[in-house]
């Protein structure tokens, strides 16, 4: 039990950690998009979804391939805490002057990330590490 916390807890820190160093990332490719008290571009918000969708996946799939089995309840508890801080973090800030989409965008795409994550672990572990060598006659 105490396992799975840990996995699920420590790869959704995680996806919150990269998705923080995100916005510094993008400023290097996009410069002052990302600036303080400075709502970014739609171009600029789109780019840091799609980096978004690309941290969710990793981490979900990380969650999956770490996790004892099941790994689809742990990324399903993994999707859980996501979507209820999502909530709980746009709530104050939807009325702020960001775009909706934005928001909406993030809460919307949670969920295929983790499901594309968990898709990724189960064909990894079909599939074997290194292939069998056949025996020559």
């Known amino acids: 039990m105490l396992k799975s916390i840990a996995i ?4 959704y820190l995680l996806s919150v950690v990269l998705v923080l160093a995100s916005d510094p990332l993008l400023s290097l490719f996009i410069p002052g998009e990302f ?3 400075r709502i970014p571009s739609d ?3 789109l780019a840091s979804t799609a980096l978004f969708v690309v941290i969710s996946i990793l981490c979900a799939w990380l969650c999956a391939r770490f996790a004892p089995e099941p790994a689809s309840r742990h990324v399903l508890w993994f999707f859980v805490v996501g979507e209820v801080m999502g909530i709980a973090s746009i709530i ?3 009325s702020k002057g960001w775009p909706h989409w934005y928001w909406l965008s993030w809460l919307l795409t949670w969920p ?3 499901w594309i994550g968990l898709l990724l672990a189960r064909r990894g572990a079909r599939s074997p590490a290194v292939a069998p060598l056949t025996q020559r006659s």
Do not use: D, H, I, Y
Not at 8 to 11: E, I, M
């Open 8 to 11: 699920v807890g420590g790869t």
């Open 35 to 37: 600036a303080t008290n």
């Open 43 to 45: 171009a600029a918000l």
């Open 92 to 94: 104050p800030n939807w």
């Open 112 to 114: 295929v990330s983790c």
